[in-house]
């Protein structure tokens, strides 16, 4: 019978001290997250199969939620922004609500047929085109081959052009002097446009990309998302690079690829 207690009571005790899970609306209100995911420290926990799960956060940065487009639409090309910032002075938190607004986090219509971001025309433009129906019907868009090439042009509009001059006098920081300030300018006619933007930028945690920008923008590579019907030939060919070359720079022992994958190309 003491043996038996004893037992009882150190089954007890084991069943005290097991981890603390953490329930989906504890992890809702911490990270943002929609899913129904049980979280149970490091682990992700379904139908009692554990899968190990590795996320890269920065301080105070949401982490990736892959069933949100906007947060993949941020982990796709936050770099880019940052590396724009770097040069322009422009901040990666204004460049990157601006994408996610005017591109539909990049499932609008002129995005997926132009890679255009920001719903630049044609004005001064000698590249490719498409016609997209805005203001008026069949409008003319510049197309780019890269989503970078459009993120190069919007910061080219912004830093070319006087009546945005004003804004590069504010701190980097004051996201929202930049987007009352691009209102003001005449960038957009929606007398809410300052407001979707400081909601992007709060909601996600934009401004965390203004603080820490200059460390990660140092990173010399450019990194292409490849798409449905890309080959590696084509995609060599895209950014002047040889197959051999394109295989090298990212490991690759054959020319498989798979729609989503994250290629070096720079």
């Known amino acids: 019978m003491k043996k038996l207690l004893v037992l009882l009571t150190v089954v007890f005790l084991s069943s005290c001290s097991s981890s603390r899970v953490i329930t989906s609306k504890e992890a809702n209100r911490k990270y943002g997250n929609t899913s129904d995911t049980v979280i149970k420290k490091d682990s992700i926990v379904q139908e009692e199969k554990v899968v190990e799960?590795?996320?890269?956060?920065?301080?105070n940065e949401t982490p990736l939620n892959t069933n949100d487009k906007v947060s993949v639409y941020i982990h796709t090309y936050k770099t880019i922004a940052q590396q724009e910032m770097k040069h322009t002075g422009i901040p990666a938190s204004i460049t990157l609500a601006q994408g996610i607004l005017e591109s539909g986090a990049g499932h609008g219509d002129l995005t997926k047929r132009a890679n255009n971001h920001f719903g630049i025309k044609c004005h001064n433009w000698t590249g490719e085109r498409v016609y997209h129906d805005d203001d008026r019907r069949g409008e003319c868009f510049r197309k780019y081959e890269h989503p970078a090439q459009s993120f190069k042009d919007h910061s080219e509009f912004l830093t070319s052009r006087k009546r945005y001059a004003f804004l590069f006098q504010l701190n980097r920081k004051d996201y929202t002097g930049w987007a009352k300030g691009l209102r003001k300018a005449g960038y957009a006619t929606d007398p809410k446009y300052p407001s979707?933007?400081?909601s992007l930028i709060e909601r996600y945690n934009l401004h965390v990309y203004d603080s820490l920008s200059t460390k990660i923008a140092e990173q010399k590579?450019?990194?292409?998302?490849?798409?449905?019907?890309?080959?590696?030939?084509?995609?060599?060919r895209k950014f002047n690079l040889s197959v051999s070359a394109l295989k090298e720079k990212n490991n690759l022992s054959d020319t498989t690829i798979s729609i989503g994958q994250q290629l070096i190309v720079q």
């Open 196 to 198: 979707k933007l400081i």
């Open 221 to 236: 590579s450019l990194n292409y998302t490849v798409q449905q019907g890309d080959t590696l030939y084509s995609i060599a």
């Open 53 to 59: 799960t590795v996320v890269e956060v920065l301080p």
